[in-house]
């Protein structure tokens, strides 16, 4: 549990994909800054319902709620949205978490792998920044809780860098997430929005718990990170409740990568 630090009171931040996983820590980081919460969940009611209890028997400032919302359709986002405004007011944080993998070779992938990817992990982003810009620009400036109008943090990866052979449609959703987070950047900082990514390395997490969870796995997983260490949840957590405070507030436009320095290929190290 990370240390109150309340720099997030009387805000309302809504996170996808919160259940479990990174999502889950972040909610509970930004829960611990004195947020109201969204734990969005698809399919894990009971899950969603123990991450909400727990931020709110810390009894924080804030409140946590669950709201149901598949982000890859429209009218379950607005309905999600409009679900959290009625309740809590208004939405100040939007954090575009949900995301997952169906992995082919390319000149193997089923077109409904590439579209369930591109439809959940980049137009599931897109509804949620779509919704969340709207809410910020109907609300108006609040400059008691915050120096910006709104704010929006999309979980990308590594792979919008990286290439990923094998995991082509995830790699292009993510890549696709750079432009899109860029382009909102630049339409809406004059309204003063911040729009900005997350770039997970190896996080510790069900999406990639077939690697990490055998020896071999692990291994080969720590050839690619220079320190040596796979990444917690925790470690995205800290990072996005900041991201999402006004200590961070000249920072739009730009992905920040948590990666142990992943993004420096180390295969390079002894000259390649
Ligand atoms: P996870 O599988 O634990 O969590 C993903 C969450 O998204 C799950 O709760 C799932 O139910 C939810 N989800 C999937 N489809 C959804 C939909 N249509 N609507 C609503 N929710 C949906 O994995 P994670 O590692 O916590 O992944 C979170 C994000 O972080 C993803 O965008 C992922 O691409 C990104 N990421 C993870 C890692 C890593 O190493 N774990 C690395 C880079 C990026």
Request: glycine letters at 8%; one cysteine or more.
């Amino acid at each position: 549990m990370q240390k109150p630090n309340k720099r997030l009171e009387n805000q309302t931040c809504i996170i996808t994909g919160s259940s479990g996983g990174i999502g889950k820590a972040v909610a509970q980081a930004m829960g611990a800054e004195g947020a109201n919460i969204v734990v969005n969940y698809r399919s894990s009611k009971e899950a969603a319902e123990e991450v909400a209890d727990e931020i709110n028997k810390n009894k924080l400032c804030g409140e946590a709620i669950v709201i149901k919302c598949d982000v890859s359709k429209e009218e379950d986002v607005k309905s999600m949205f409009k679900k959290t405004i009625n309740h809590f007011g208004t939405v100040d944080v939007c954090v575009a978490n949900a995301g997952l993998q169906i992995d082919h070779p390319l000149h193997e992938m089923p077109l409904e792998a590439w579209k369930k990817v591109i439809d959940v992990n980049l137009t599931g982003q897109f509804l949620c920044a779509k919704e969340a810009i709207n809410e910020f620009l109907r609300r108006g400036m609040r400059k008691d809780v915050s120096n910006s109008l709104g704010k929006i943090i999309h979980m990308s990866s590594v792979h919008e860098e990286i290439p990923w052979a094998g995991h082509a449609n995830y790699a292009a959703s993510k890549g696709g997430l750079l432009m899109l987070m860029e382009s909102i950047c630049q339409a809406y900082a004059p309204h003063k929005i911040r729009c900005n990514s997350i770039a997970p390395g190896a996080i510790k997490t069900d999406i990639n718990k077939d690697v990490w969870s055998t020896k071999e796995g692990r291994e080969n997983m720590l050839k690619l990170i220079p320190y040596k260490q796979i990444g917690v949840p925790e470690d995205i957590g800290s990072v996005a409740s900041w991201l999402a405070s006004d200590e961070s507030e000249y920072i739009n436009g730009t992905t920040i990568f948590v990666d142990g320095g992943m993004t420096c290929y180390p295969g390079f190290t002894t000259n390649g």
